[in-house]
């Protein structure tokens, strides 16, 4: 290190911002040298705190930058981040109207916390429509169907105008996540997509919420671990380690589809 450069300087100065990616018309996929750009900034990223990142984020791509969360315990732990960073930056939570009581409170209490309104994205249609529509509700016999319709769709017009998007996903949290970058290109949402906390632990998050005291939703203690819509999470049971198996118990389903590499069900 120079003498008179910082930490964070150096940071900075090896993270410059990526106007090739920044500037892509929306729907263009980026070039083969755009991607390894991206790759790049990921790799530096690694080393990175969270707080880094998000800076990263909000530098490279603020007011264009937005962050979507169901109020997990890692969205908790980003927008306690975000509040001291960025209150600015767009917040959504993509509300398929049968989200818990306890979800759609903890929306309240960190808005009171950290004075960050997370807006709520809704379907086109109302439960009680979708359903009708579907013969009854749709999430028992096609809950893929059911996530693409109230999610998946939903992020897709949220996200209009976007440049970037950030995330609470970590990677030991299911096959799927893995091996995601810290800063790649999402394919399904024409977005650069940006993880802070991919290369955390379950712990690191839990160790962050109880030192700083940050909300967070009451059902994790109540044997929730992971939350989603009320029909399709339980409680998990005595010797169960995965965190996601109260998610769709019972059949092969894993993710609602939003960090998945395929696109299906279409349109």
């Known amino acids: 290190m120079q003498v008179g450069e910082t ?34 900034h990921s790799r530096r990223l690694e080393t990175a705190t969270p707080p880094e990142i998000i800076r990263w984020a909000v530098e490279n791509f603020h007011p264009k930058l937005t962050m979507a969360t169901a109020f997990g315990p890692e969205g908790c732990v980003i927008l306690h981040m975000l509040g001291s960073i960025d209150r600015t930056v767009p917040v959504f939570n993509l509300d398929t109207g049968y989200q818990f009581a306890e979800t759609l409170e903890l929306r309240d209490r960190i808005a009171a916390r950290y004075g960050i309104e997370v807006e709520m994205k809704q379907p ?41 998007w950030m995330s609470g996903i970590r990677r030991d949290q299911s096959p799927d996540r893995a091996k995601a970058p810290i800063v790649g290109w999402d394919k399904k949402f024409k977005l650069v997509k940006i993880s802070p906390l991919a290369n955390w632990t379950k712990k690191e998050v839990w160790k962050l919420i109880t030192d700083e005291d940050i909300p967070y939703n009451p059902l994790h203690d109540q044997g929730y671990p992971s939350i989603g819509c009320w029909p399709c999470t339980r409680a998990v049971m005595f010797g169960e380690e995965d965190e996601r198996a109260g998610r769709w118990s019972g059949t092969a389903k894993t993710e609602c589809g939003l960090h998945t590499l395929d696109d299906s069900p279409k349109d």
């Open 7 to 40: 930490r964070a300087t150096r940071f900075r100065m090896q993270t410059q911002p990526m106007n090739t990616v920044v500037e892509l018309p929306r729907g263009v996929d980026p070039t083969p040298e755009q991607l390894e750009l991206l790759a790049e």
């Open 124 to 164: 086109d249609t109302t439960v009680a429509e979708y359903e009708a529509l579907h013969g009854g509700p749709l999430y028992k016999t096609n809950p893929d169907q059911c996530c693409f319709d109230r999610k998946v769709k939903v992020l897709r017009q949220a996200a209009l105008g976007m440049h970037a």
